[in-house]
């Protein structure tokens, strides 16, 4: 056997090793033991833990569980009052004196979720990070919400270049307080 012959042989052994190798570590449970819930499946709810100074995460817990359940899975202290139930988008943050703050994921972390954001409290910059919104397009959807709430997304057909392919686009990203999840 050739000297080329048999590096080649030595390659396809390193290369079928490697995979071999990768294959068994990636479909081995390499997740934390006590967090079993890690995607998003129907009945989970999206929740952010934020823990000061630089910690914590997003986490995708069953319905029922509740800010206790978070901090008890985060490997955090459950603090007292921390037992009610959590919602889809809800963040917690946890300081560094122990108090345990709540409020709603931001609309960019939300549309990197695939979470919807609400037209009415979006800023001009969550504006244009959806498909197809253009600076002033979001100048106009804008200028829509100053005279009033959007009820429903079928109004931005006011605007002009905005028509139904759009809006059903749009609906992946969007809702109304009317039309949301929540």
């Known amino acids: 056997m050739t000297e080329s012959g048999k590096i080649?042989?030595?390659?396809v052994c390193l290369i079928s090793v490697?995979?071999?190798?990768?294959?068994?570590?990636?479909?081995?449970?390499?997740?934390?033991?006590?967090l079993p819930f890690s995607s998003?499946?129907?009945?989970?709810?999206?929740?952010?833990l934020k823990i000061a100074p630089a910690g914590g995460g997003i986490y995708y817990l069953p319905e029922g569980k509740t800010a206790g359940d978070l901090l008890k899975i985060a490997g955090e202290k459950v603090i007292p009052g921390s037992f009610k139930p959590?919602?889809?988008?809800?963040?917690?943050?946890?300081?560094?004196s122990g108090v345990l703050r709540a409020g709603m994921i931001e609309n960019a972390k939300r549309l990197a979720l695939g979470m919807t954001i609400d037209i009415n409290e979006a800023t001009r910059e969550d504006l244009l990070l959806?498909?197809?919104?253009?600076?002033?397009?979001?100048?106009?959807?804008?200028?829509?919400?100053?005279?009033?709430?959007?009820?429903?997304?079928?109004?931005?057909?006011e605007i002009s270049g905005i028509k139904d392919g759009r809006i059903s686009v749009l609906r992946k990203y969007l809702h109304t307080e009317?039309?949301?999840?929540?």
């Open 86 to 96: 959590l919602q889809d988008g809800e963040s917690y943050t946890l300081d560094e």
């Open 40 to 48: 998003k499946e129907r009945g989970t709810k999206v929740v952010e």
């Open 178 to 182: 009317r039309s949301s999840a929540f």
């Open 130 to 157: 959806l498909p197809g919104i253009g600076e002033k397009t979001a100048e106009r959807i804008w200028q829509l919400r100053l005279r009033g709430k959007i009820k429903d997304l079928e109004e931005l057909k």
């Open 8 to 11: 080649g042989i030595m390659l």
């Open 18 to 34: 490697w995979f071999l190798s990768f294959h068994l570590l990636s479909s081995a449970n390499l997740t934390r033991a006590d």
